[in-house]
Nanobody
Framework: QVQLVESGGGLVQAGGSLRLSCRAS????????VAWFRQAPGKEREFVAS????????YYADSVKGRFTISRDNAKNPVYLQMNSLNSEDTAVYYC??????????????????WGQGTQVTVSS
């Protein structure tokens, strides 16, 4: 069982930056692929970015490509999402997800096994 905790959300002006962190319990977290999803009010949860268990492969939604960077350190915990050039369309609750033995590029929420509680990101224009 893996428990995920997100942090780093908050209020930022358009054009600003935030870095989200996803920390996990368990010493085997380094063997899990990790993804970030987000959900805005009235919308479905959508894929943002993911990283393979090794950290060598990353995947991004077209809407964040070039602005967001997902990374994990050598110890594989935590996983970060650096968000730059934020705009109002990035306002959402951001969730960290993890899974083992899955395709790290999976973009559907039900492909991922474990979820955090989410952290709110609000971008003011």
């Amino acid at each position: 069982q893996v428990q995920l905790v997100e942090s780093g959300g908050g209020l930022v002006q358009a054009g600003g930056s935030l870095r989200l962190s996803c920390r996990a319990s368990g010493r085997t977290f380094g063997t899990y692929a990790v993804a970030w999803f987000r959900q805005a009010p009235g919308k479905e949860r959508e894929f943002v970015a993911s990283v393979s268990w090794s950290g060598s492969n990353t995947y991004y939604a077209d809407s964040v490509k070039g602005r967001f960077t997902i990374s994990r350190d050598n110890a594989k915990n935590p996983v970060y999402l650096q968000m730059n050039s934020l705009n109002s369309e990035d306002t959402a609750v951001y969730y960290c997800a993890a899974g083992r033995g899955i395709v790290p590029a999976a973009k559907t929420p039900n492909s991922w096994d474990y979820w955090g509680q989410g952290t709110q990101v609000t971008v003011s224009s």
